[in-house]
């Protein structure tokens, strides 16, 4: 455990079919570096309780019995972590592995921006994908490209636009002022509509460049030529249905920039040559897409049946 501070972190780990043992590795980087653990399970068979607390002696398992989505299982662990005195609240996914001091890095670069005025919605890690040296970095949005934020010392904080939720370490206050997941987007830009919120109220979100978390995104990664060799991320069919409504659904928001859209479209063009009509086997792909698309603006939420 960590010495006893005014702040309590509670770790909440959202888990869906998880491979255990990566799970326990997640878990078994949490001891000594949080207060507490809430893993909120999206009824997959496969978590067993007492697995989960021998890896972490003070884990707790909520099973929710169904698939509810991120954002509803995200609530659940936020409501749990209050219950349990957390003044903060970490995010993780269940295949992401903080590596060592992340936690306490994150809370001590908050702590310094916080002490400097800063209304700070929440602070995040560069993630790194398994196995490899190479770091993410951050982004702001640009007209035209996303401007990559130079990470030069480990003791630097940059600002950016948005985070992922895995890594990101959130004051509960701030949850209660901004509120919290929206559970109608079920999974994808679920994180993405959390930090446009925060940040047309006024708050900043930073990156921490001494924190690292070993990440995972997509399932392959997809080489295209569109222009130049791009690399895109590919999923499992269902995701292209939840990030090509969503991001539709997003484009009515009114605090949603313009620079956003934008950017976002690009990005669903990107995947609509790349993978849906360029893919090797992007036929489901693309009708995922499309369904997506017409549920988007026709306004449709939720999970879809």
């Known amino acids: 455990m960590r010495d006893a501070q005014k702040s309590a972190i509670v770790a909440v780990v959202v888990t869906y079919y998880p491979d255990n043992t990566r799970l326990d590795a997640v878990l078994r980087a949490l001891v000594d570096s949080v207060d507490s653990v809430v893993v909120v399970d999206n009824g997959s068979p496969n978590v067993d309780e007492q697995r989960v607390r021998h890896a972490h002696p003070l884990a707790i398992t909520k099973k929710l019995g169904t698939n509810k989505g991120l954002a509803a299982a995200q609530n659940e662990g936020i409501a749990m972590a209050k219950q349990l005195g957390a003044s903060h609240i970490l995010f993780l996914d269940q ?58 010392n480990h003791e630097l904080a940059v600002e950016c636009d948005f985070l992922i939720s895995s890594g990101s370490l959130i004051p509960t206050e701030v949850i209660d002022q901004i509120g919290g997941m929206e559970e109608g987007l079920f999974i994808d830009q679920v994180d993405t509509e959390w930090c446009l919120r925060a940040r047309a109220r006024g708050y900043h979100i930073f990156g921490d460049c001494g924190a690292v978390l070993e990440h995972r995104l997509g399932e392959n990664i997809h080489r295209v030529w569109l222009g130049r060799w791009r690399y895109l991320f590919r999923h499992k069919p269902f995701r292209y249905y939840y990030i090509f409504r969503n991001t539709v659904l997003l484009f009515r928001r009114e605090y949603v920039s313009l620079q956003w859209m934008l950017f976002q479209l690009k990005w669903l063009i990107a995947l609509f040559i790349g993978i849906g009509l360029l893919g090797r086997s992007g036929s489901t792909e693309l009708r995922m897409m499309l369904k997506g698309t017409m549920h988007g603006i026709r306004g449709i939420t939720g999970k879809l049946e």
């Not at 295949?95 to 994150?106: F, K, N, T």
């Not at 702590?111 to 929440?122: D, M, Q």
């Open 95 to 152: 295949d992401s592995v903080p590596q060592s001091g992340m936690a306490l890095h994150l809370m001590q670069t908050l702590e310094g921006l916080t002490a400097r005025g800063l209304k700070v919605a929440c602070v995040g890690p560069q993630s790194r994908a398994p196995g490899s040296a190479s770091l993410s970095g951050f982004s702001r949005l640009g007209w035209f490209r996303l401007r990559m934020a130079d990470c030069t």
